[in-house]
């Protein structure tokens, strides 16, 4: 084994150019797939990070009529926080959300809101509360950035308010933007319109009432409250798990590309190794190998780019991929586009495993690729391999 | 099976080719012995069976009838990992076209064979550099076969199949690809083996210039022995 990769690298090594295109090509496979993969770990953490600061704490108790995807549940999925967890809020440990279905009526124009009521002395979530803490002549409202945008709102405009209460009354009233906030959690930004609860539950006739609780430690087992439903933190990130597995089988398309890309060219030298190093083939065998050890050799041989590969592509990879880890990739288009926690710039998360296994996975189809072309040597008859004449 | 003396012993053989629907007898009955320490050559035109017989004795193939015995071993018998090991401990291989590996230095290619048998670093440093003062290539171990002319690379050839001291050397028309002043050193090179290590060395070419140097000359003619003289008594 030690005699064939060393016959192995000089033979590589010999023949110059080709072996170095073979190699770059396969380098670039290891440099993209281990770039790409770590992108994507990157984002997983980002979003999990992001969206446990802004939107799910530590996990939550929904009412149990409450729907993030139906505003119209909105008017029923509320109702008296329960007793103990009062206590769990004002020693700041949960806090309390209300939900009312609104509509918005920014420069003559009308846009379908969702407000949530929400103490502004929260530290439950990262949505910067404290700003309703403003004596104003009118309601001090919160918003996020994409919502300003999309609405043309800026900080101190007012806008026209209007919901309907606990009795199916419509009243209106104005609000002050008291603050714009920027986050990568559109389910927070956009639609969403921040209000102090106690204002919003006068407002709603309902006092006293929430329709979501929101922890801030995750714990795996919390009390059934009857009327609630607990959502825990996986149940919570299971849709970004999901686009995450989804994002990545689309990714794998794209490495088995390059791979079968770098791998064509390998089967190509392979095969033309093969067939031009006949007499040497036959010399080999004429030296005593059996023909199985030249199988064998010639296996390593291809095999052996990816070793090279690998050290090639360490030798550009580990600068690029450490500088994009400390810079950041910045999506080419709108992140908001997306619909769901992803920020403009993702940093690339890098373990040993995904190199590792990004090596290996390379390497034994390397090996393999440049198995298949070899097998022919078994059967060759070593005095035609001598004459050079196998077609 | 053989006597003592003998080392090759060819009985009844025949070698046969398919050729389309038809076989071409490329070998007809042929019946030779050869005995430790000959020099002798299977000579005759291109086409006569030479290297047939050749690469039968030197176990890269088969015959199709009779007996090919070598080092007392039955050619046709040998499953292809006795035959490697036959051509890895006991055979060297010397080609018209040298056969070198070009990415490999002069001493790499002459190390080559020890490669294959169980020699440590030292013992492989000793019998290559020996090899190489034997063929008189010392000064050139470290230049690689692009950089050395035929007659070098041939002597480099026949370093590689003498660094192991083989029983037995086949060389196919060695001189074919050189001019007379490399053909006689390295035939002299040869022979100078022969007596000093007792190799046995059989030829296959229609040189004049190899025949010259043969102790022993068999004529080949359409795959049959046409006639055989003896230069000396050996
Ligand atoms: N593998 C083969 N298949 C068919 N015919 C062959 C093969 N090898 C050799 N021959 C034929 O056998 C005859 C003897 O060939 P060879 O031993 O190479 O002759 P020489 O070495 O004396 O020139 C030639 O006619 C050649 O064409
Ligand atoms: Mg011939």
Redo the contacts with the bound molecule.
């Keep these: 084994m030690k005699t064939a990769i060393k016959l192995a690298y000089r033979n590589l090594i010999g023949a110059g150019l080709r072996t170095w295109l073979n190699v770059i090509v396969l380098s670039f496979s290891f440099v993209i797939i281990i770039f790409m993969k770590g992108i994507m770990t990157g984002w997983d953490y980002q979003a999990k990070t992001d969206m446990t600061n802004w939107q799910i704490g530590g996990g939550q108790y929904w009412h149990e009529a409450y729907d993030p995807y139906d505003p119209f549940t909105f008017s029923d999925s509320h109702a008296p926080v329960p007793s103990g967890m009062q206590e769990e809020i004002s020693r700041g440990n949960a806090m309390a959300q209300l939900i009312v279905q609104g509509t918005l009526y920014p420069a003559g124009r009308m846009v379908q809101v969702t407000i949530r009521g929400i103490d502004p002395g929260q530290q439950v979530l990262q949505i910067p509360t404290a700003r309703l803490d403003t004596l104003t002549d009118a309601i001090p409202a919160l918003i996020g950035s994409m919502m300003a945008k999309n609405s043309r709102l800026k900080e101190g405009d007012y806008v026209t308010l209007r919901w309907r209460d606990a009795a199916g009354t419509f009243d209106a009233t104005d609000v002050i933007i008291a603050g714009i906030f920027a986050t990568n959690v559109p389910a927070m930004d956009a639609g969403q319109i921040y209000i102090p609860l106690d204002t919003l539950r006068a407002l709603a006739l309902l006092p006293g009432e929430a329709s979501i609780l929101t922890f801030r430690e995750s714990e795996k087992q919390r009390t059934e409250l009857p009327g609630w439903k607990w959502m825990s933190k996986p149940e919570l990130t299971r849709e970004v798990d999901e686009l995450i597995k989804t994002k990545q089988t689309g990714q794998t398309v794209l490495y088995a590309i390059l791979l079968l890309l770098a791998m064509l060219a390998i089967f190509d030298t392979q095969v033309l190794s093969i067939f031009r190093r006949q007499k040497e083939i036959g010399t080999y065998i004429a030296l005593g190998y059996t023909r199985q050890q030249v199988v064998g050799l010639f296996t390593v041989e291809g095999s052996m780019h990816a070793v090279l590969a690998a050290v090639t592509g360490a030798i550009y990879g580990v600068p690029f991929l450490a500088w994009q880890a400390k810079v950041g990739w910045t999506l080419p288009m709108e992140a908001s586009e997306f619909g769901m926690a992803m920020a403009q710039t993702l940093y690339p998360v890098y373990s040993l495993g995904l190199v590792a296994t990004t090596v290996l996975l390379v390497t034994i189809t390397t090996a393999i690729v440049s198995y298949i072309p070899s097998r022919k040597i078994a059967k060759m ?1 070593p ?2 391999a001598l ?1 050079g ?1 196998l077609q | 099976m053989e006597t003592t003396n003998n080392i090759i012993s060819i009985r009844g053989l025949y ?1 046969r ?3 389309g629907k038809d076989e ?1 007898t ?2 007809h009955d042929i019946n030779l012995s050869f005995g430790t320490g000959e020099f002798a050559g ?1 000579i ?12 039968i004795i030197g176990s890269l193939d088969v015959p199709t009838q009779g007996e090919a015995i070598v080092l007392g071993r039955s050619i046709g018998k040998l499953s292809p990992r006795e035959s490697a090991r036959l051509r890895k401990e006991s055979l060297g291989f010397i080609f018209q076209s040298y056969n070198l590996l070009a990415v490999h230095t002069v001493y790499e290619n002459v190390e080559f064979p020890l490669l294959l048998l169980n020699y440590t670093e030292s013992e492989r440093q000793k019998m290559v550099l020996d090899a190489l003062e034997w063929v008189g290539l010392s000064p050139k171990i470290k230049s690689k076969p692009p950089q050395l002319s035929g007659g070098e690379c041939q002597r480099v050839a026949i370093a590689r199949a003498m660094v192991k001291k083989p029983r037995l050397v086949l060389a ?2 060695p001189t074919a690809n050189l001019d007379a002043a490399n053909s006689h050193h390295i035939l002299q090179t040869m022979e100078k083996l022969n007596r000093e290590l007792k190799t046995t060395f059989i030829f ?1 070419t ?1 040189d004049e210039k190899v025949i010259s140097y043969l102790k022993r000359r068999i004529y ?1 003619l359409d ?1 049959r022995v046409d006639n055989e003289e003896l230069t000396e008594a050996i």
């Design positions: 008859n005095t035609d004459r004449k | 070698k080719f398919p050729m071409f490329a070998l299977l005759g035109p291109s086409g006569s069976g030479k290297t047939t017989l050749l690469n196919d028309e296959a229609h080949l795959g």
